[in-house]
């Protein structure tokens, strides 16, 4: 199976700041990675996929980028409504794995 | 507008079993490959099944294999997850999703219904 190390597994940051989250892959993956988010209590939601492309109606503040068996989900001029948990996810080959999840909380 | 809504979720005992249903709208649903996923309380997520949009191919994870089978009917828009033998570590919040389309990561998620597996 392929793994998937998500790091920081919490972060805090304020209203404005640009956060970066990454997923390691455990083997080359291609850019099959799909970013979620997760606010308490409710759905994931998707946000990217193939690594670079939003899903329909993402803000352009979230962007992805990838490098060999890294990626990463910035956040650009952080919103009040980005505050929640983050996943990658692995779909280069089942099984799918998804990364622990990464909190971005409020400073 | 896209919908996807879960029911059949509830309170059962080891060794139990339940239907799960996502009843699908606001899209082409047979033209759509779709999964659930689960999330344990406090935990994060885990991919169980997936399933072609024809019906014919399905995929599991090794942790439900045997136990759990994914099916679909297109007629009613409905997908389905019957889940056997259950143990304690089944109990999570099981999530219906929609893929993309000609790939297997989700686009849109259902709001979930949780399985507690209790004596």
């Known amino acids: 199976d392929i793994q998937m190390t998500q790091s920081p597994s919490s972060l805090s940051a304020s209203i404005g700041d640009t956060v970066t989250i990454t997923c390691r892959a455990s083997?080359?993956?291609?850019?099959?990675l799909a970013w979620f988010q997760q606010k308490p209590g409710k759905a994931p939601k998707s946000l990217i996929y193939?690594?670079?492309s939003l899903q329909s109606g993402v803000p352009s503040r979230f962007s992805g980028s990838a490098s060999g068996t890294d990626f990463t989900l910035t956040i650009s001029n952080l919103q009040p409504e980005d505050f929640a948990t983050y996943y990658c996810?692995?779909?280069?080959?089942?099984?799918?794995?998804f990364g622990g999840g990464t909190k971005v909380a409020i400073k | 507008e896209v919908q996807l809504l879960e029911s059949g979720g509830g309170l059962v005992q080891p060794g139990g079993s339940l239907r799960l249903s996502c009843e699908a709208s606001?899209?082409?649903?047979?033209?759509?490959?779709m999964s659930w996923v689960r999330q344990a309380p406090g935990k994060g997520l885990e991919w169980v099944s997936d399933?072609?949009?024809?019906?014919?191919?399905?995929y599991y994870a090794d942790s439900v294999k045997g136990r759990f089978t994914i099916s679909r009917d297109n007629s009613k828009n409905t997908l389905n997850l019957q889940i056997n033998s259950l143990r304690a570590e089944d109990t999570a919040v099981y999530y219906c999703?929609?893929?993309?389309?000609?790939?297997?990561?989700?686009?849109?998620w259902g709001q979930g219904t949780l399985v507690t597996v209790s004596s």
């Open positions: 399933i072609s949009g024809s019906g014919a191919i399905t």
């Open positions: 193939a690594a670079f």
């Open positions: 996810q692995q779909y280069d080959s089942y099984p799918l794995t």
């Open positions: 999703a929609k893929l993309v389309r000609g790939d297997i990561t989700m686009s849109f």
């Open positions: 083997q080359g993956i291609s850019n099959y």
């Open positions: 606001g899209f082409s649903f047979r033209s759509y490959a």
